[in-house]
């Protein structure tokens, strides 16, 4: 009565899979996932200096700025870091630029200009008080004669505003100057003593000592007669 037929066993019996398995192939998750945001775990007692530094300055980031996660301050303070880089560079380039710029009294890239120069931008502006006379004996024993040109100048133009035969100005150039003048004697030493300041000054060569002493002649010269 209870029994279990032929047919009926047959129809429980396990169903076995004999198709071929299709083997499948994951993509490498080692590069995709090594970026600081899967940093999960920090061994910083073992670290060196640097390494600590970087991780204290990291987690005083995340403290202060409220950072989300290890991943991005570690990513913010990488990029402070960098940005610390470039200001120290441009920091030791200023100060190696200065001080070529104060040893050698001018641009890197101009021409060398004479040793313990005085800013003439100050006596330029001070001519009535500048003594001209200590200037020029110190830019002669320094056989700066380009500098002592350019102070016999600032003196003449000097000597000629005392005498009110021009209006001394900074801004004004030679030929407002000779147009100022009356004389025709006082005129033709002006012209010729600016051509020499010009000549010697702005050319920026060196002068020997026959050059300097011609022009030195003409401003003494010229200087004793308008103050006579």
Do not use: C
Not at 63 to 80: P, R
Not at 197 to 210: H, K
């Amino acid at each position: 009565m209870f029994g279990i037929s032929a047919s009926e066993t047959a129809s429980d019996s396990l169903v076995t899979d004999n198709s071929p398995i299709e083997k499948r192939h994951f993509e490498e998750l080692t590069d995709k996932y090594s970026g600081n945001d899967y940093i999960y775990e920090r061994t910083v007692e073992q670290s060196g200096w640097w390494t600590r530094f970087k991780q204290w300055l990291s987690d005083l980031f995340q403290k202060l700025f409220n950072l989300s996660g290890d991943g991005q301050a570690s990513s913010f303070t990488e990029v402070a870091l960098k940005i610390f880089y470039v200001v120290v560079f441009l920091l030791v380039v200023y100060f190696i630029f200065r001080a070529i710029i104060n040893k050698e009294g001018t641009w890197v890239f101009g021409k060398s200009s004479e040793k313990n120069i005085v800013p003439v931008t100050d006596i330029e502006n001070n001519i009535h008080v500048a003594d001209f006379k200590s200037l020029i004996e110190i830019a002669e024993s320094e056989k700066n004669y380009r500098l002592a040109v350019r102070y016999y100048y600032l003196w003449l133009l000097r000597s000629l505003t005392n005498a009110q035969l021009i209006d001394y100005d900074v801004e004004k150039t030679d030929s407002d100057y000779l147009y100022e003048l009356q004389s025709k004697t006082n005129r033709d030493q002006f012209s010729y003593t600016s051509y020499l300041y010009n000549y010697i000054w702005y050319g920026e060569f060196d002068v020997n000592t026959q050059q300097f002493d011609k022009a030195k002649h003409a401003f003494t010269t010229f200087i004793n007669n308008v103050k006579a």
